[in-house]
């Protein structure tokens, strides 16, 4: 069966870059959400879509944002980038808030 | 304080062994109950997910809930080394499936 889609897979970045990740939902899914894990702690929330438009929002930074596009894929833009930003990026994508299928995630390294 | 709590582990068992896994979480206002699984550095994948208060099995795995006590368990027999992996608890923080909250998440190591 066909899963979440995230790239690139891995990407380093210098402090004060920019990022971009995307995620590519399970065909025919609507819903997609962000979450930041660093080493050894579990997901955190930073912001969903439902239908193109925002449905929550979680701890993330100013310095980032997310859309959702009219094909569901989402982008998570990250700038002005800090060592604390590595960690591991996680899409998730579900069919209208029912439950949550994770991607095999980004890992974001910040030089 | 977190709303959900877990034992970080890591567990060590050897295989076959019969492995429980907890959580305790404070608000009641919780319906959706479920475990994802998570290999090292890769994404958590959805074990189970229960509603109600009981239990719910699905091959060598049992999830159970008690509401009354905000306990939820997760049951693994006859564990085998590929279950070698941390088991996170998560609940949707609002009413219906949304943005999840997770446990710490406990580190499974069985040996053979």
């Known amino acids: 069966a066909a899963g979440v889609i995230q790239s690139p897979r891995h990407l380093i970045k210098e402090k004060r870059e920019t990022a971009t990740l995307k995620c590519y939902p399970i065909?025919?899914?609507?819903?997609v959400y962000w979450y930041q894990q660093g080493p050894g702690q579990d997901p955190q929330f930073l912001i969903s879509?439902?239908?193109?438009?925002?449905?929550d929002k979680g701890s993330i930074p100013d310095r980032f944002s997310a859309q959702q596009f009219s094909d569901y894929h989402s982008e998570l833009n990250m700038s002005s980038l800090e060592l604390g930003d590595s960690a591991l990026y996680f899409c998730?994508?579900?069919?209208?808030?029912?439950?949550?299928?994770f991607g095999p995630g980004t890992r974001l390294t910040v030089l | 304080q977190k709303e959900v709590e877990q034992d970080p582990g890591p567990l060590s068992v050897p295989e076959g062994a019969i492995v429980s896994l907890n959580c305790t979480y404070s608000?009641?206002?919780?319906?959706?109950f479920m475990w994802y699984r998570q290999y090292s550095r890769k994404g958590p994948e959805l074990l189970m997910y229960?509603?109600?208060?009981g239990n719910k099995e699905d091959g060598r795995f049992t999830a159970q809930v008690d509401k009354s006590s905000k306990y939820i368990s997760l049951f693994i027999r006859d564990s085998q080394p590929s279950d070698s992996a941390t088991y996170l608890c998560?609940?949707?923080?609002?009413?219906?499936?949304?943005?999840?909250?997770f446990g710490t998440g406990t580190r499974l190591l069985v040996s053979p």
């Open positions: 998730a994508s579900s069919l209208g808030g029912d439950l949550q299928f």
């Open positions: 065909p025919r899914h609507d819903t």
């Open positions: 879509f439902y239908e193109k438009m925002q449905s």
């Open positions: 608000n009641s206002a919780f319906q959706y």
């Open positions: 229960t509603y109600s208060s």
């Open positions: 998560a609940m949707p923080s609002k009413t219906g499936f949304q943005k999840l909250v």
